[in-house]
């Protein structure tokens, strides 16, 4: 039986259903668009306006302000101020949560550990086979005798 896939929006507590995880509803999710828009444009409209000024004029949210910087949503707009710190090193970033070196190191450290499960599973592998033609063994001698 599948269980119908249900959520309470993150925001507004509406009940949804979700289709690829998201944790705020349609409705939610289209006016966070429609401020995208808004903040966008309002960017355009102030060539060279701080992250600040912007939160502060255009009436977003600092949280959505701040998620699109990270999107890289900014790029190239001009926006000042727009860098924040990587999450692992303290480095100045203008956009996702690290910096291209952490970047580089994290994943490395997620093929280590995708390699390091992977032999985990075929050594658990091994060890079931093993049993398993162990107790084979031992049917057939009992069948045998
Ligand atoms: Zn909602
Ligand atoms: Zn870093």
Not at 15 to 23: A, D, L, M, Y
Not at 102 to 120: I, T, V
Not at 127 to 139: C, E, G, I, P, V
Request: hydrophobic share 30%; proline share 3%.
């Amino acid at each position: 039986m599948t269980k119908l896939n249900i959520k309470n929006c993150a925001r507004c507590k509406k009940i949804f259903v979700p289709t690829s995880g998201e944790k705020i509803c349609p409705e939610c999710r289209a006016a966070d668009l429609e401020m995208e828009e808004h903040v966008k444009a309002y960017v355009r409209d102030h060539p060279g306006i701080t992250v600040n000024e912007l939160i502060e004029g255009s009436g977003a949210p600092a949280k959505l302000v701040w998620r699109m910087i990270r999107q890289g949503q900014f790029e190239n707009s001009g926006l000042k101020g727009a860098s924040y710190p990587c999450a692992n090193c303290g480095k100045l970033i203008t956009r996702d949560n690290y910096c291209s070196e952490c970047l580089g190191k994290l994943k490395q450290n997620a093929q280590k550990f995708a390699k390091a499960m992977d032999s985990k599973r075929r050594a658990a592998e091994k060890k079931s086979q093993t049993f398993s033609d162990s107790m084979y063994d031992a049917l057939d001698s009992s069948r045998s005798h």
